[in-house]
């Protein structure tokens, strides 16, 4: 009966610009007002202190300083010229380069919207200075950028393992291999298109020198994979490894003197920021997790999917839809955050494994990013590039389709993603 009320209170909120935070905990109250369960809400604080004290946690806001102390260090230019200097020589070269900057920049940000501004502003205007059409290199740098939260380090991974009590580091293993195919599968497209359209590239195109760009790149290349080696073979856990990335990264900068105490400050100040509203949607998410538990929507939902008779499989189709639906429209933490306890008690309850899972959950909502109508990353990308939003989803929908038919395959084969996990004895 409340329920028609308490949408309306969330449409409202939505169409009058509110933070989700604030829709998502104004729901979640009314509802309990309105369900006449209010006296539960006693324990409320204790329940919001005790989702925010684990320590998984600790590495998320310890991999955004890092992130942005790499940017502002000069890391993703160095990064470019090394991918330049090996990958220029190809037809199509620069959308290649586009794509593997992003392979090594996900060991730096984890942030597909990171990615998107840093490569938007670096590489689509030098492509369009070498001949590339706005809307090509556009949706190269878009689609490329999803590569980041796939690889470790990846804040979104981290926070999924947070939230529904998933290895960290077996997370971090399961998203390599699933990144890097999808890095293969760009590349694949780069170059049917680099033929078709005629994109420059090859030999006689001016190139960075091989050698100087391998040493000046270097740092931000061996950086992921220190990381990467502790926190795999068990030398640092991930909120360890991301101090050291910050510790390197600052080191990196000040030795490049392309950072300084005023931009260090400003990365301190930025990180405060994002974290402060990550914790906000969490507090106003355990909230209504709490709701969720209360009505026991985790087994209505169970129920119903034992009466429709879907298997493991088709009932991680149905979650596909969901998670795919909610990237499109809501921030990627949140969405995990509101979806994920709801939905994944059920997948494991029907024997789906929770890495792979995970990885399912993870990929399909960062490629929500890449879709109408409120794609994170088009949004960052059209503003970054001064381009028609329209115009830019147009560019980019082939490359989005892709990537659906990726997240099918990854969905169909659990294998890909759980096979270095298993073979590092991490599950």
């Not at 794509?99 to 205007?125: E, H, K, R, Y």
């Not at 494994?353 to 993870?362: A, K, R």
Request: net charge neutral; with cysteine.
């Amino acid at each position: 009966m409340y329920g028609p009320l308490v949408l309306g209170v969330v449409l409202i909120g939505i169409f009058a610009g509110s933070a989700i935070a604030y829709v998502i905990g104004t729901a979640a109250i009314s509802t309990f007002v309105l369900a006449d369960k209010a006296g539960f809400m006693a324990v409320l604080p204790q329940r919001l202190f005790s989702q925010l004290d684990n320590f998984a946690f600790l590495a998320m806001p310890l991999f955004i300083l890092a992130g942005d102390l790499m940017n502002r260090g000069g890391l993703a230019t160095s990064l470019i010229d090394f991918c330049m200097s090996i990958f220029g020589r190809l037809k199509g070269g620069l959308g290649h380069v586009n794509i593997m900057t992003s392979v090594f920049f996900a060991g730096v940000s984890g942030s597909a919207v990171s990615d998107a501004a840093a490569l938007g502003n670096a590489l689509v205007p030098e492509m369009r200075r070498r001949g590339y059409s706005l809307d090509y290199a556009a949706a190269i740098t878009g689609a490329s950028s999803i590569i980041g939260p796939i690889i470790p380090p990846s804040s979104i991974l981290i926070f999924y393992g947070a939230l529904m009590d998933t290895s960290v580091t077996a997370l971090f293993a399961a998203g390599i291999l699933p990144g890097l195919l999808l890095a293969a599968v760009l590349m694949l497209m780069n170059t049917y298109y680099a033929y078709r359209d005629n994109h420059p590239g090859g030999k006689g195109s001016d190139l960075p020198k091989l050698m100087p760009s391998f040493v000046r790149a270097l740092p931000a290349m061996a950086l992921p994979f220190i990381i990467l080696g502790g926190t795999l073979f068990g030398f640092m856990t991930p909120a360890e490894a991301a101090a050291v990335a910050v510790v390197a990264a600052m080191i990196i900068g000040f030795a490049r003197r392309e950072l300084d105490v005023k931009g260090l400050m400003q990365s301190i100040n930025r990180t405060a920021i994002l974290l402060g509203a990550l914790f906000i949607i969490l507090c106003a998410i355990s909230t209504f997790s709490y709701l969720a538990a209360l009505e026991q929507w985790p087994q209505a939902i169970a129920g119903v999917i034992s009466a429709w008779g879907l298997g493991p499989l088709e009932y991680l189709m149905l979650v596909n839809v969901i998670f795919l639906v909610a990237g499109m429209v809501m921030d990627v933490k949140a969405a995990v955050a509101l979806f994920a306890p709801i939905f994944v008690p059920v997948a494991l309850a029907m024997g789906i494994d929770p890495v792979h899972l995970g990885i399912v959950i993870c990929f399909n909502i960062t490629t929500g990013l890449l879709s109408p109508p409120l794609g994170g990353v088009l949004l960052i990308l059209a503003t970054t590039i001064k381009m028609d939003y329209w115009r830019l989803i147009r560019a980019t929908l082939p490359f989005f389709f892709a990537e659906v038919g990726l997240l099918m395959v990854l969905t169909y084969f659990p294998e890909i993603s759980l096979a270095l996990p298993r073979a590092l004895g991490l599950i």
